[in-house]
């Protein structure tokens, strides 16, 4: 039976995980105000393995990210107050780059754009089966985390950047730049096959984003482009080939 949701809040929470990068013992921060779906994912997640933190509001939400890292995040977008969207944005501009997958009634593909638009890395309607949202979530924290290493995968230059497939990781002069989980994916797929063009429908395949459709490819290169691009919108690295998808072109 599918998960639906109503509204009204409260918090149970659990002692935090650590990011280590798997997926069994993950810790995930359940965000809704409907206390019986919050009920319901805690005790559903936690019978496949998750240890769950719950928060009935952003404001809680933010309670709990202040004194523990959880590996991915379900946030309701339709909450009273600062609602998931708004919550959502906040969180990339101040650098959490964990998984986030959103909740809401509406699920229509424009929708699920404008969460991608947020900074979200998936986008789930309500109502919804349990074990769609289990392997959404098991499919994000693989690809959170930083793949095996391999002599094939070398670093890329990006200008005054430096992105590592093997670890996942954009660095520069200032450090380490925050990328989310979709981030990471969109430019490991890149990187990995650096000045070949990719088509769009290939990247969505890539990023598990075939059922959103080729426009949220779109948008993840967007955002990626503000991440590696001196300037957005006239791309060095991440070209647009126009009618066939997008090339990484490293260089200096």
Known sequence: MGLDGQQNGHQSGQQGGVRDGSVAGAHILVVDDDPRL???????LTEHGFRISAAS?????????????????????TMPGENGLALTRALRQEGQDLPILLLTARGEPEDRITGLEAGADDYLGKPFEPRELLLRLKAHLRRFAPPA???NLRVVRLG??????????????????????????LLSALARRPNEVLARDEIARLLDMEEIGERAVDVQVTRLRRRIE????????????????YVLKPGL
């Not at 919050?38 to 559903?44: A, D, F, N, S």
């Not at 430096?162 to 994916?185: C, M």
């Not at 001196?230 to 998808?245: A, H, V």
């Open 38 to 44: 919050r009920r319901l994912l805690q005790r559903y």
């Open 160 to 185: 005054a950047l430096e992105f590592d497939p093997a670890r996942g990781l954009l660095s520069g002069g200032e450090g380490n730049v925050h990328l989310t989980g979709g981030e990471v994916a």
């Open 230 to 245: 001196p300037d957005p919108r006239e791309p060095r690295f991440l070209q647009t080939i126009r009618g066939k998808g």
């Open 57 to 77: 509001s952003a404001a809680e939400a933010r309670q709990v990210l202040g004194f523990m890292q959880p590996d991915a995040m379900v946030l309701d977008v």
């Open 149 to 151: 290493p391999s002599d």
